[in-house]
């Protein structure tokens, strides 16, 4: 597997407050993504990455932004927290150097926004 | 834009008993498909894929998933479940174009229950 890991793994904020998500990687992997995980609704990609100081939005990108200015680390930013950022919030990497883009995943932190 | 439709949120199943886990997604060109899985209060692991050849692919603990281009599905299968199965699985599925993101789309997952 893939050495991900996710800082912090558990967070508990209030609205409003800024709040940012460190994925660190040790696989040399170019794409990076931030996902979010809420019942009912699987995995929705946020950001990704696709190479240092390269992103692009996702499918629910409203309210997050990202930056990397390192190949190993994806920063997640919310910018003044909402109650609906409540979820769980994966990071993955592919290597891209296959077309099929393998995935490997994070253990995940876990955000509660009072 | 690709999509995932899981066809069951919750599958509870009896231990020893088989079970299906049911997956279609939109028609493409060329597709790469996977299952994950998610243990409780884990990541995602992957547990098999289909690129490209032999339509049906197996994972090391017993579970195998058919490609069946004509109905674009890929279920997955298991013929005697265990008690450590339980877990919520994730189909999700790639364009084979190759362009672009390389992303992934996911269906809503599917919780399997395994009953003593």
């Known amino acids: 597997d893939a050495g991900i890991t996710q800082s912090p793994r558990h967070k508990v904020t209030e609205t409003g407050t800024p709040v940012t998500l460190r994925c660190h990687q040790t696989?040399?992997?170019?794409?990076m993504y931030w996902y979010r995980q809420d019942p009912g609704h699987g995995l929705r990609l946020i950001h990704y990455s696709y190479g240092v100081k390269d992103t692009d939005k996702g499918e629910v990108s409203d309210g997050y932004s990202v930056s990397r200015s390192k190949t190993e680390d994806f920063l997640l930013t919310l910018e003044s927290a909402t109650s609906s950022q409540t979820s769980v919030y994966f990071c993955a990497t592919a290597s891209g150097g296959n077309s099929y883009n393998e995935q490997f995943f994070g253990p995940g932190t876990r955000l509660t926004v009072l | 834009a690709q999509s995932v439709t899981q066809l069951d949120s919750q599958v509870p199943v009896f231990e020893e008993a088989p079970v299906e886990l049911r997956c279609n997604y939109s028609s493409s060109v060329s597709v790469y498909l996977f299952w994950y899985v998610q243990y409780p209060n884990q990541g995602l692991q992957l547990l098999l894929k289909?690129?490209?050849?032999?339509?049906l692919v197996e994972s090391i603990n017993g579970f195998e998933a058919e490609f069946n281009k004509s109905q674009t599905s890929f279920h997955l299968r298991k013929p005697s479940v265990h008690i450590s199965d339980t877990a919520e699985y994730f189909c999700a599925v790639s364009d084979g174009s190759g362009a672009g993101s390389y992303q992934l789309t996911f269906g809503k997952g599917t919780k399997l229950s395994v009953i003593p």
């Open positions: 696989e040399n992997h170019r794409y």
């Open positions: 289909y690129l490209s050849g032999s339509t």
